[in-house]
């Protein structure tokens, strides 16, 4: 083992460990650091033999330091953009649940970030995931990441101002999904609250949204029960396509 290989493989880890320790999937909080590194340091010991045009190693340190600074922004970039796309189904459900009544019904949230979130949002986010790996999608994810040597050449500093475009297209596009995703709850929920706003003025006396709720919640879940596959399959396709267009060259 040379000098020159030890550095290949650091390099190619900076890039390839910064991306799977936020890919979704693979970057939850419930997969262990230590799985993820050690999937990271495997991936990156097959890919770097592989990889053509690999820059020598630097004379000194501040040029080492920009190498590896922009191998780590390219990994950030790359599974920021993931876990961009896979956000889109828990704001759908963050949007079905404040529909439904169910905004308050709060758990703690499966994902990287480790916050509160809405219970339709964690069961979408982990069906999305599980789809994600049924589907082998999580092999076109790590597929786009040894590619994208092709798109962002080692030793070169990515374009900052392209990476900031890419990602507001992204995050635009993965809250247009939401809300596509959530237009059947908002029509009905819609029309649920304008039938209940006029019964609440023919009888003020009547606690009309108190009395709304049992049905509003049966009607909610009634339209998720029978959405459900359909759903899931175009946000797959979704998914698929969004990860050609941006991570396969």
Same mark, same amino acid.
């Given at each position: 083992?040379l #000098?020159?290989? @030890?550095? !290949?493989? @650091? ?6 460990g ?7 999937g693979?970057?939850?909080?419930? %997969?262990p650091?230590?799985?993820?590194l050690?999937? *990271?340091?495997v &991936?990156?010991v097959?890919?770097?033999?592989v ?6 190693m ?7 330091f920009?190498?590896?600074? /922009? ?8 599974g ?7 956000? /889109? $189904?828990?704001?759908? +459900?963050?949007?079905?649940a404040?529909?439904?009544?169910? *905004?308050? /019904?709060v758990?703690?949230?499966?994902t990287?970030?480790q /916050? ?7 069961l ?8 994600? &790996? *049924?589907t ?9 990441? !040894? ?12 374009q %900052?101002?392209?990476?900031a475009n890419h ?10 999904m939401?809300?596509?995703i959530? !237009?059947?709850?908002? %029509?009905?929920?819609?029309? #649920?609250? @304008? +039938? *209940?706003?006029? #019964?609440?003025?023919?009888?003020p ?9 049992a049905?509003?919640?049966?009607i909610s879940?009634?339209?998720?029960? $029978?959405s ?10 979704? $998914? ?5 267009? &941006?991570?396969?060259?």
């Open positions: 083992i #000098i020159t290989q @030890l550095f !290949a493989f @650091l390099l190619v880890f900076c890039r390839m910064t991306a799977i320790m936020i890919l979704p693979f970057g939850e909080s419930y %997969v650091t230590r799985v993820r050690l999937l *990271a340091a &991936f990156s097959l890919l770097a033999p990889i053509q045009h690999l820059p020598a630097p004379n000194n340190i501040m040029n080492l920009t190498l590896l600074l /922009a191998e780590i922004m390219i990994g950030l970039f790359l920021g953009l993931s876990r961009m796309l896979i956000s /889109a $189904i828990h704001m759908a +459900g963050m949007i079905i404040y529909q439904s009544s169910l *905004a308050s /019904a758990t703690q949230d499966l990287l970030s /916050a509160q979130g809405t219970s339709l949002g964690n979408l986010g982990m069906s999305a995931l599980v789809l994600l &790996f *049924a082998d999608l999580h092999h076109l994810m790590l597929r786009g990441l !040894a590619e994208s040597y092709t798109l962002f050449l080692p030793g070169q500093f990515p %900052v101002e392209d990476f990602a507001t297209h992204t995050i635009n596009s993965a809250f247009q939401a809300m596509k959530a !237009a059947p709850h908002l %029509v009905i929920g819609l029309m #649920i609250y @304008l +039938g *209940a706003g006029i #019964i609440a003025r023919l009888m006396n009547i606690q009309i949204f108190f009395l709304m709720m049905p509003q919640l049966l879940f009634s339209i998720l029960m $029978i459900a596959s359909a759903i899931m399959l175009w946000y797959m396709e979704y $998914i698929k396509d969004s990860l050609d267009s &941006f991570l396969t060259p």
